[in-house]
């Protein structure tokens, strides 16, 4: 994935409301960004941070810079819009770059499905096999070299883990992608410290038959590539 038009460079001053964040840019222009991640984002929004942003045609947003990576000021990228995972991990899939997602014909998004009124991410199907039922989720949180998920308690993704169990019960193919935007981790968990109750989850859906997967992108401020699994540590 190409940013184009390339990005552009800022200090992060604030990250503020959530969907908002003040940088000043080498020229000294004060500019307010729309930051697209709901998360706490802990570690990726620190004052002096290196901020990558991207800007709009749009004349009518209120705020026509999107915040997209940080680099932090040890070094770090880490991209912080999370609507980028989906189309990065289907450029993935349709690259051939995920092996264990390849042999499919047909790839669908966002299709409604489970008892709790939820849109998987992506359908898989041919007409050999069943049918694959994809759900994606972001990886910011780092200690060291552990990446974990989520930031936050999360009952969107407890929700999620229940509807993919369901899947795998009716002899479905469900798929956990956790699509790790940090280029310091070097492994994935749950994070039971934030969430145990997601942690408890995932390990009862792993067992349930639900395939968990760490794919770590390769990260820089002209481009994203999802490329390398990291292992799983439940």
Request: hydrophobic letters at 40%; glycine letters at 6%.
């Amino acid at each position: 994935m190409k940013f184009s038009p390339a990005l552009q460079q800022a200090t992060l001053i604030q990250r503020y409301k959530r969907f908002l964040a003040d940088v000043i840019t080498p020229e000294g222009e004060h500019l307010t960004l729309h930051c697209p991640n709901t998360g706490a984002m802990t570690g990726c929004a620190t004052p002096g941070d290196t901020v990558w942003y991207s800007t709009s045609a749009n004349l009518k947003r209120k705020y026509a810079h999107t915040w997209e990576i940080t680099e932090t000021q040890q070094g770090a990228f880490i991209c912080v819009n999370t609507q980028r995972a989906n189309p990065l991990v289907k450029e993935a899939i349709d690259a051939g770059l995920i092996p264990e997602l390849m042999g499919y014909s047909t790839l669908k998004g966002e299709v409604k499905y489970g008892e709790e009124g939820s849109r998987i991410d992506f359908m898989l199907q041919a007409d050999d096999r069943p049918e694959c039922y994809i759900e994606v989720k972001s990886v910011t949180l780092a200690d060291r070299d552990n990446g974990y998920f989520p930031d936050a308690v999360t009952l969107r993704g407890q929700k999620h883990l229940r509807e993919l169990m369901s899947v795998a019960a009716a002899g479905k193919r469900a798929v956990l992608l956790f699509a790790v935007l940090h280029s310091a981790i070097e492994r994935f968990s749950p994070a039971r410290h934030i969430d145990p109750k997601y942690a408890q989850l995932l390990n009862e859906a792993q067992k349930q038959g639900v395939e968990v997967f760490a794919y770590k992108a390769e990260l820089s401020a002209d481009n994203m590539t999802l490329k390398s699994t990291l292992p799983v540590v439940l």
